[in-house]
Structure formats: C-alpha cells, structure tokens
C-alpha cells in the first residue's frame, strides 16, 4: 500500500504554532482515509484528527478549534496545522492511511512534536 512520511516537527513554546505533513507514495492517496494520532512517553496512541477522501473532517476534543486538518490530493499530502500548543501536545505524532471505514493499514514513522512551558 501507500508509503507515509511525516514532517514539520519541532520545538516551540506554549501558544506556538507548527505545521505537520504527511506525504503519500502514490495517486491512490485520493481515495484514502488520512488520520493524525500521537503518542507521548509512557502514554497509549491517542487519535488526534483524521479526514475522509471527501474532506469529511473529524477531531479529538482535545485539539478542536486549535487544530485543522486538510489535504492536497494533487500534492498526495496531508496537513496538520497546530495553533495555540500546549505542554500536553508534546509527542511523536504520526499518520496513517485507510480505505473507507477499515483499518488503518499504513503508517509512518512519526516527527517529534515538543511543546515547552
């Protein structure tokens, strides 16, 4: 299936902003869907946002009307814009990439997300 790369990690301060990307081998990307999730030391994966092959969007409480997810089938690209971080944000987050309402079959390695207080 799809091979996914994730980028845009970094170090920022609380209330800071970073921009994630999750780029897809192939064309097929379109007909996927796409999902964020993270996971922070000694803590289970938590699902973070996703978004359909429609654009059909969906988010953690956590993160709503901080965090918005899009995609670029054009590009085989999916974003992750975070505003107004917080310490708890702190994480590797990674996405991953299924086919209607299956498993998530696809996943890449993660990028490093650190939010300091």
């Known amino acids: 299936q799809v091979q996914l790369v994730e980028s845009g990690g970094g170090l920022v301060q609380t209330g800071g902003s970073l921009r994630l990307s999750c780029a897809a081998s192939a064309r097929a990307f379109r007909l996927q869907t796409v999902g964020w999730f993270r996971q922070a030391p000694e803590k289970e994966r938590e699902f973070v946002a996703d978004?359909?092959?429609?654009?059909?969007?969906s988010y953690a409480d956590s993160v709503k009307g901080r965090f918005t997810i899009s995609r670029d089938n054009a590009k085989n690209t999916v974003y992750l814009q975070m505003n107004s971080l917080k310490p708890e944000d702190t994480g590797v987050y990674s996405c991953?990439?299924?086919?209607?309402?299956?498993?998530?079959?696809?996943w890449g390695r993660g990028t490093q997300v650190t939010v300091s207080s």
């Open positions: 978004i359909s092959n429609t654009g059909r969007t």
């Open positions: 991953g990439a299924a086919l209607g309402g299956g498993p998530y079959g696809s």
